[in-house]
Nanobody
């Protein structure tokens, strides 16, 4: 098991950037596939990006392609989400998630552990 703690959310103007971090406890972080999701009020939880355990494989939602980058540093037990060219539609709570059952995961039901989710608010 890992426990996940995110940081880096906040208020940013449209067109700006933020980097979210998700720090994991536990010695087996490097064996976990990691993902980022987001959820806005009254909306379904939405896949954003995912990384394999090594970071060698990644996957992005169409809304994130070309703007967001997922990366990880297994030595620091941390996964990152660099978000660029933010717009109002990116406003949501962002959650990181971990799965030790699959190589790379885009379905939220296949993740085992979840963080709390920092709020990202993009002002227009």
């Amino acid at each position: 098991q890992v426990q996940l703690v995110e940081s880096g959310g906040g208020l940013v103007q449209a067109g700006g950037s933020l980097r979210l971090s998700c720090a994991a406890s536990g010695r087996t972080f490097s064996t976990y596939a990691m993902g980022w999701f987001r959820q806005a009020p009254r909306k379904e939880r939405e896949f954003v990006a995912a990384s394999s355990w090594s970071g060698g494989s990644t996957s992005y939602a169409d809304s994130a392609k070309g703007r967001f980058i997922i990366s990880r540093d297994n030595a620091k037990n941390t996964v990152y989400l660099q978000m660029n060219s933010l717009n109002h539609e990116d406003t949501a709570g962002y959650l990181c998630a971990a799965s030790d059952r699959y190589t790379i995961v885009i379905l939220p039901t296949l993740y085992d552990e979840w963080g709390q989710g920092p709020q990202v608010t993009v002002s227009s």
